[in-house]
């Protein structure tokens, strides 16, 4: 459907591919756009980077800058412009246990199929950069049974992060993991794991819940394979800021062009065509919807 593509009930869909047996991929979006481009390459799930969200909505890093609102409006946009799942940061839930239940109750309405909340002091800052403090661990607890608590469906799935790898190392990460998960957490997700023995222990300490890794581009996680992952049982990898720092890298290059040669003609090559691209973004069911309702 022309203008909302979406399909704001999505989380059983996701519910659904979390219990197969294959490994979902999720790359990070944005906006609109890039959650488009997500779907069109045939991926089954779009994940909202809250990293990405900073960086487009602010032109700032991810260090708690953003409120629930604003995050929420994303969402909003986003779920209405794919009609597959949308996964999206929640960051620390924005505040405690009461705020996490508008947290969830607004984005359950806005068609989200699952978020993620972290267990650091607010503001928060992103996992792969230094100085993250962390709540109680009882204190998160409490916020996931929040959570579970305030959603109006069962198949909206809450998937609780733990920051604790790089403030109390990964024994105490783990343990924290687990505390969650018996407060009712769907989805665990153990950020930024340092070498590949850590990502080992983390899938095999945690295994018979699902868990999400974050392949976080140029992050303190190593690159490891896709079919190790899979190996491993993780049942969600999300690719948080592929598409954002792939985009930012084309357009300095176009930028560059543009100064050094007083137009883009150097780099229109490497352009998506004008007509594919207006095509791709609905514009002929835009002339057959005008044609449908011109006046006769």
């Known amino acids: ?78 779920v209405d412009a794919v009609a597959i799942p949308v996964i999206a940061d929640a960051d620390t839930g924005y505040g405690n246990a009461i705020n996490v239940i508008r947290t969830v109750q607004s984005y359950e309405r806005a068609g989200v199929a699952a978020i993620h909340i972290e267990d650091q002091v607010a503001p928060k800052k992103c996992g792969h950069l230094e100085g993250q403090q962390l709540i109680p661990a009882t204190e998160m607890a409490q916020k996931i049974r929040a959570a579970i608590d305030a959603r109006n469906s069962s198949d909206f799935a809450i998937i609780a992060r733990t920051d604790a790898r790089a403030v109390e190392g990964l024994d105490r990460a783990l ?39 974050n392949w976080a581009e140029g992050g303190k996680t190593p690159p490891i394979p896709f079919g190790r992952l899979r190996e491993l049982g993780f049942r969600i990898v999300i690719f948080p800021i592929s ?48 044609k449908r309702f011109s006046e006769r």
């Open 175 to 213: 343990e924290r993991a687990h505390l969650y998960v018996d407060a009712g957490a769907d989805v665990l997700f153990v950020e930024a794991p340092e070498n590949e023995g850590e990502i080992e222990r983390i899938a095999h300490e945690l295994r018979g819940t699902p868990l999400l890794f």
């Open 243 to 290: 598409t954002l720092l792939t985009a930012a890298h084309a357009m300095t290059k176009a930028l560059e062009a543009i100064r050094q040669h007083g137009t883009p003609m150097p780099v229109l090559a490497d352009m998506t065509p004008f007509k594919e691209f207006v095509n791709f973004l609905g514009y002929s069911e835009i002339q057959e919807l005008e």
């Open 1 to 78: 459907m022309i203008l909302s593509s979406g399909n704001r009930n999505q989380a059983r869909t996701l519910r659904t591919l979390l219990s197969g047996t294959e490994t979902i991929q999720a790359p990070g979006a944005y906006d609109c756009l890039s959650a488009r481009l997500v779907e069109a390459a045939g991926f089954p799930i779009v994940y909202m980077t809250g990293f990405g969200t900073s960086a487009a909505y602010l032109g700032r890093p991810d260090i708690g800058l953003l409120g629930m609102s604003e995050m929420v409006d994303n969402a909003v946009r986003i």
